[in-house]
């Protein structure tokens, strides 16, 4: 019997460029995964839209309207739980996960950041990069755990950085290498799934 597609909610902040490639893939028939739930922390974020028109279902939750992020991550956990889902992508997702939370998931969140982990966790890479004077730059598809940017990783992709590169040409190169990175990735971890666990 086939295996079937593991069950993947996609969490985002904002244009939701990494949401869409993810979402298109896994509208083949053979790719492992199905997105089956976006939701966004920032009832504005463009890739809201998006996920709709891909007929998406999508929750919007405004971070403002509730007081602790233990409290905002139940609500989040609840609505994953209501919709069976079994990995979790962030592609954009501007938020720190609480530890209860991450605990919950284990090995079960992934997260694309744009850096060659373990360089440059957090904000500002593109900056930072230039500021170094590193010749290569690129991004990082990993495992979420308690430590900001510090899970395993999955799969890098890499670029050259040139001396006319600038936060914006380094920006754009590495958003390039993002989208097939993290499509690979999803399929990698989904196709290894072990269903048994849950
Ligand atoms: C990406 O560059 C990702 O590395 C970072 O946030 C950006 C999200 O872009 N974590 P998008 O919303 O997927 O277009």
Not at 39 to 64: F, K, R
Request: with cysteine; net charge positive; hydrophobic share 40%.
């Amino acid at each position: 019997m086939p295996r079937r597609k593991v069950r993947t909610a996609i969490l985002i902040s904002g244009r939701g460029s990494n949401m869409l490639a993810l979402a298109k893939a896994a509208m083949n028939s053979n790719f492992p995964a199905e997105i089956v739930l976006v939701i966004s922390n920032n009832p504005e974020a463009p890739g809201l839209q998006l996920a709709t028109d891909m007929h998406i279902p999508v929750i919007a939750m405004d971070h403002l309207q509730v007081k602790s992020r233990k409290k905002f991550d139940a609500k989040m956990h609840k609505h994953l739980l209501d919709h069976q889902v079994e990995l979790i992508c962030c592609a954009g997702y501007m938020r720190i996960l609480s530890p209860w939370f991450v605990s919950k998931w284990p090995r079960r969140i992934l997260n694309i950041h744009p850096s060659l982990l373990p360089k440059y966790k957090g904000l500002h890479t593109h900056q930072r990069v230039l500021e170094a004077g590193d010749t290569h730059h690129g991004c990082t598809v990993h495992y979420v755990n308690e430590e900001l940017d510090g899970g395993d990783v999955i799969l890098q992709a890499k670029t050259k950085v040139n001396s006319e590169d600038t936060t914006e040409t380094l920006s754009m190169k590495v958003q390039k290498l993002e989208h097939p990175l993290y499509v690979k990735s999803l399929a990698k971890v989904a196709s290894s799934f072990d269903f048994s666990i849950l």
